[in-house]
């Protein structure tokens, strides 16, 4: 039957009429030995037994080149994050229903797999998610990644009721859209002696191990503890089927399996301890299980969440000795099998010997694992995710054009990490994570920076350390400022200056903070004080050169003049600073290039912001209207997919190259909140508002990498994102940027709901 596919975007919902569905995985797959491959495999071939009008293909995740079977039609460079986009712009092009992704945090690129949001991002079809692993403690980006994950996921699939626990408990998901489908397993034909004779064990009791060999997998225990068993069970043979783990085999190559052979010697257990050293087919498998008697998983600690080479176990029908990790306390509940503690090859001697001793008690164990196995065959399971898709694919009621988001969904407003970083000199520039990096000092950008912040929290979210902290700032700032009315930046943490004259733009950001004090405090001391500084460093407007220096100066003259409208000389010096930025875009600007610059840089949307500040006094339409020209020039380029995708710092964009997406910084995010807030203010066009809360939401996950950067445990900022992940460090500049945006965003607000009524 021919495929359709006809989505309509009406009102924010899409509207889908279906003949017949198909299907993208995203996994590693076959030829690769991983047993997320395999799984895979086995679940697509699962659900193509319930529709036959079903096309299936697979999104290859891959770490070299493999002779991939037809079924796969993309493949993903594992390490290269582009790739993953390009993947999302392959689905979303070629007609899929629905996504199926095998989460398993090591099988994608970036720090802890993180490349796979921006992918699944990207989707504009529903998501299906297997995890198939979940941590009781994970990291930080681990904790973030799957937070992220479950909310794309349109279904959530775990294997085990204590997965949904984890969910619940660590990662305080909403559990509503958690479906648990037990691992599936193949179906075993064979009786036992038909499969011991094809293997050649005839008259031999069977002790099982398979799967991927390292440390963490405990088979030592069982080695040692089979010393004692074989005295009473002289045809006993322990076989442990499996390669070594491609992870263990690139670090440390066999090893383990060194190791336990030298044990095999050391007990004498040359014949009855067989190592079949292969990956081996999945007809062998089955034959495998069906021939042992007792299937072992020794496990050395708790955190196995879903283990298939248990689930196969089960599936066969086998009697099963495990240490209780997750998954085995779950699986083996009920009568299925026999839990040993941990490490502990005297008890696993004691519960073997018991067990191949006693047929009857073997037998039983047997018996109810083969009738709960019975539900878990691939056949019944994949019924259980055809039934799923069907719910899913048609009921899609997600991707709205407009995102709602209101002040309350906002983070709680918190001096903790800005005080955190301030001591009685001022705020210090760096952080090693949340804690304040003494060698770095200070610098007079963020000082500015932190009174700018402190002195536009002052109506909603002033504290009773208010006062100290516009002191502090403010008399950094006095301290830094020279005779001739220019400024230091960076001091060390002794208190030495460590430049003669600062930056042009810590010069622009401070007469910025400056004129808001003047128009913003009500203590005759400070303003005296900052009419003193600010009026000192007016002789050195003019000489400005830096773009963004003249578009901050511009932004001080304006707060100032909010407070003396009066002031015509200040008028004309803001007019002539305007001139300049004027003629910057004339030189570099052409039809195709609407910019100040021949690149866009760092904290670019501050100069459409300078140019729509200063339009009410300057009352030129000229003005205004190149603040919105470069405004919509700069959103065509950081702009995608509907969100923020800023410059990163890694490389300038340049007219005709390829934009870096790595190194992008908040002070760009806040830059882009003002701008859009003022654009909404002289237009009154509600896109301008929307945009300015896409912005912000950047802080908060809505940016390339999908991960949050504002830390809700310390009330600080991440640095930025980079190649590898979320900069973790929370410095004065990225959290001030936070907070800065963040009043803008929460004052729009109360402002909107005030002129509503």
């Known amino acids: 039957m021919e495929h359709t596919n006809a989505i309509a975007l009406t009102k924010g919902f899409y509207s889908k009429t279906i003949i017949s569905m198909k299907i993208a995985y995203i996994s590693t797959y076959l030829p690769k030995e991983c047993g997320i491959a395999t799984f895979t495999s086995d679940l697509l071939h699962a659900v193509a037994l319930h529709n036959q009008d079903l096309t299936q293909h697979v999104i290859a ?44 945090y090591g099988i994608f690129g970036g720090n802890s797999g993180m490349y796979i949001l921006s992918l699944i991002n990207a989707l504009h079809i529903p998501l299906l998610v297997n995890l198939h692993t979940i941590l009781e403690k994970p990291n930080v980006d681990e ?26 408990s660590v990662y305080r998901i909403n559990t509503a859209k958690v479906r648990l489908i037990h691992h599936g397993v193949p179906e075993f034909h064979l009786t036992q002696e038909e499969a011991k004779e094809k293997k050649g064990f005839s008259g031999k009791k069977i002790l099982l191990t398979f799967g ?69 087919s999945q007809s062998d498998l089955v034959t495998y299980l069906s021939a042992c008697d007792v299937y072992v998983t020794p496990y050395v600690n708790e955190a196995q969440i879903t283990s298939g080479t248990l689930s196969y176990a089960i599936g066969a029908g086998a009697a099963v000795v495990s240490t209780p990790y997750w998954h085995a306390k779950e699986l083996l509940a009920d009568g299925r099998g026999v839990l040993v503690e941990f490490k502990n090859p005297a008890l696993m001697a004691t519960t073997l010997a018991a067990l191949f001793s006693n047929q009857e008690y073997r037998m039983t164990l047997r018996d109810n694992a083969r ?135 810590s010069f622009g950001r401070t007469v910025w903070a400056l004129g808001v004090l003047l128009r913003e405090t009500k203590l005759t001391s400070y303003y005296q004080l900052g009419h003193e500084l600010f009026f000192r460093s007016v002789p050195h407007f003019k000489q400005l050169r830096s773009n963004r220096a003249i578009a901050y100066t511009i932004l001080g003259i304006a707060e100032y003049l909010r407070h003396q409208s009066n002031d015509e000389v200040m008028v004309e010096l803001m007019r002539e600073l305007i001139g300049k930025l004027i003629k910057e875009y004339e030189a570099s600007s052409d039809d195709s290039w609407q910019w100040f610059e021949p690149v866009l840089a760092y904290d670019n949307a501050i100069l459409p912001y300078a140019l729509l500040t200063a339009y009410p006094f300057l009352n030129d339409e000229a003005v205004k209207q ?65 945009r300015m809360i896409a912005s912000f939401r950047w802080f908060l996950g809505e940016n390339d990498l999908k991960l949050g950067l504002y830390d809700e445990e310390t009330k600080g900022c991440c640095d930025g994102l980079e190649s590898y992940g979320i900069n973790r460090n929370q410095g004065a500049e990225s959290t001030l940027c936070f907070y800065l945006a963040y009043i803008v965003v929460y004052r729009a607000f109360i402002d909107s709901a005030q002129d509503s009524k």
């Open 371 to 505: 009738v709960f196995g019975k539900e878990m065959t691939w056949r019944n399971i994949g019924l259980r995710y055809s039934r799923l898709l069907d719910k899913v694919v048609p009921s899609l009621d997600g991707f709205k054009e407009n995102v709602t988001f209101s002040k309350d969904e906002m983070p709680k407003f918190s001096w903790k990490h800005i005080d955190r970083l301030t001591n009685q000199v001022g705020i210090l520039q760096h952080a090693t994570y949340s804690l304040p990096n003494y060698k770095e000092g200070y610098c007079l950008d963020d000082n500015a920076r932190a009174l700018l912040v402190t002195l536009l929290a002052q109506p909603d979210f002033a504290d009773k350390r208010h006062d100290r902290r516009i002191s502090t700032y403010l008399s950094y700032i006095y301290y830094h400022q020279r005779e001739d009315g220019l400024f230091h930046n960076f001091m060390s943490f002794q208190h030495n200056f460590l430049d003669e004259v600062g930056s042009e733009d």
């Open 61 to 104: 995740v891959a770490d070299r080149d493999y002779a991939y079977p037809g079924e796969v039609v993309f493949t993903i460079d594992q390490q290269h994050q582009l790739s993953y986009i390009a993947a999302a712009d392959y689905i979303n092009n070629n007609g899929y229903d629905c996504v199926i992704l095998e989460h398993e």
């Open 143 to 168: 904790k973030a990644i799957l937070i992220e994950i479950v909310k794309r996921a349109s279904i959530v699939v775990v294997m085990s009721n204590y997965a949904i626990t984890l969910l619940k």
């Open 626 to 690: 190149l603040g919105l020209l470069t405004l919509t020039f700069l959103e065509g380029i950081t702009v995608q997919n509907g969100g923020l995708s800023l410059v990163g710092n890694q490389e300038w964009a340049k007219q005709g190259k390829h934009i870096s997406k790595f190194g992008q910084q908040p002070l760009d995010v806040t830059a882009m909140v003002f701008m859009y807030r003022e654009a909404f203010r002289l237009t009154n066009k509600k896109v301008y508002f929307a």
């Open 212 to 280: 991927f060999i390292g440390r963490n997998k405990g088979i030592e225990t069982v080695i040692e503890s089979l010393a004692a068993v074989v005295k009473n069970e002289p045809d006993l043979i322990y076989l442990i089927v499996g390669k070594t783990h491609p992870n263990v085999l690139a670090h440390s190559g066999e090893e383990y399996r060194e190791y336990l052979k030298s044990m095999v010697d050391a007990y004498h257990l040359e014949d009855h301890v067989q190592f079949v050293n292969s990956f081996v």
